[in-house]
């Protein structure tokens, strides 16, 4: 994983928690990076996941809950640092059209080694769609997470029904998502 994504974890932790609870987080966790990281490296997944685990032991928050908010703190992160990705989309499903032939081609352009999540899209109607997400990383809170955040994003109200397939490993997974009047 990107490094960007470890730094805006640390930046959420701070914001949220406090810097203590960052140093106590890395304390824990002893990652491999020394907790250090760059926007352009790639660090392995599994550090991420260990500091989840341990800023959910250290303030009791349901780690599913942490993770999801991991990621709609990352979505609003993302817009912020390039908005142009975004421009000319104006809701949630135009961007989710879009994620893997242009928002993930860009992100691949800018990073040429990273590996994001596939998102396979199926519109259902004007107000639902499904989304198929597949990474070996299982991160689905964090898909289901910055789902919510692009929603939020674009002022829209969504509910997200989720189901994992294949081999219940959460590296594949189905969103089945539902717009309603904000």
């Known amino acids: 994983m990107k490094g960007m994504l470890f730094a805006a974890f640390l930046e959420l932790i701070e914001t949220e928690f406090g810097a203590d609870m960052v140093d106590t987080v890395l304390d824990e966790v002893k990652p491999a990076s020394g907790g250090i990281y760059t926007t352009v490296r790639t660090y392995d997944h599994t550090e991420l996941v260990a500091m989840l685990v341990a800023l959910s032991k250290q303030t009791k928050v349901p780690l599913t809950n942490l993770t999801k908010t991991f990621g709609m703190y990352h979505f609003a992160e993302f817009t912020a640092a390039y908005p142009y990705l975004f421009e000319g989309l104006d809701s949630s499903f135009e961007l989710f059209e879009k994620i893997d032939w242009f928002i993930h081609a860009e992100v691949r352009k800018l990073y040429p080694d990273a590996t994001p999540p596939k998102f396979e899209r199926n519109t259902l109607s004007w107000t639902r769609m499904e989304l198929i997400y597949k990474s070996p990383r299982c991160l689905g809170d964090v ?40």
Not at 155 to 182: C, N, P, Q, Y
């Open 143 to 182: 898909a289901e997470g910055l789902i919510y955040g692009c929603a939020a994003h674009y002022g829209e109200k969504i509910s997200v029904r989720r189901e994992k397939l294949g081999d219940m490993s959460g590296s594949t997974e189905r969103f089945l998502l539902a717009l309603h009047k904000a």
